[in-house]
């Protein structure tokens, strides 16, 4: 590689703005701007959510809980303006994907393929498996 391009490369990345590289959903309101704990929980309540954590994360409050149908959330709140930023859905697993895109647990999905009518998948006892 041409040596001065790769010094350039190096002191133009090393002069890049702290400020670009932000997160779009941080919040930069002041703290002499900021709405108490207590207006955050009564927002989360007219929502119909049940607040189990209320923290601050990125500059933002940040609410865990469940939503009116009983769903995990997690919450980005704007600590001035108390609009919502971000609100993910989690599945309670941790890892926000448990799978299935809607029903209800121990049904099988609309659509979803019959399981096959055979004596591998019959009787309560899991199948064993031994590795040699």
Do not use: F
């Not at 601050?56 to 939503?67: A, E, L, M, W």
């Not at 599945?91 to 647990?105: E, H, Q, T």
């Amino acid at each position: 590689m041409n040596r001065p391009i790769l010094i350039a490369a190096i002191l133009s990345s090393a002069l890049t703005s702290p400020m670009a590289l932000a997160k779009e959903d941080d919040c930069k309101v002041p703290m002499a701007q900021w709405q108490p704990r207590e207006a955050v929980e009564q927002m989360a309540k007219t929502q119909g959510w049940t607040v189990r954590r209320l923290k601050v994360d990125d500059g933002c409050y940040q609410i865990r809980g469940t939503d009116a149908d009983g769903r995990e959330i997690a919450v980005k709140v704007d600590p001035g303006s108390l609009a919502i930023v971000r609100l993910k859905h989690r599945s309670g697993r941790g890892d926000g994907d448990d799978g299935r895109r809607g029903g209800v647990p121990g049904q099988p999905l609309p659509g979803a393929p019959a399981a096959p009518a055979n004596d591998l998948l019959k009787g309560t006892t899991p199948p064993k498996a031994e590795i040699q």
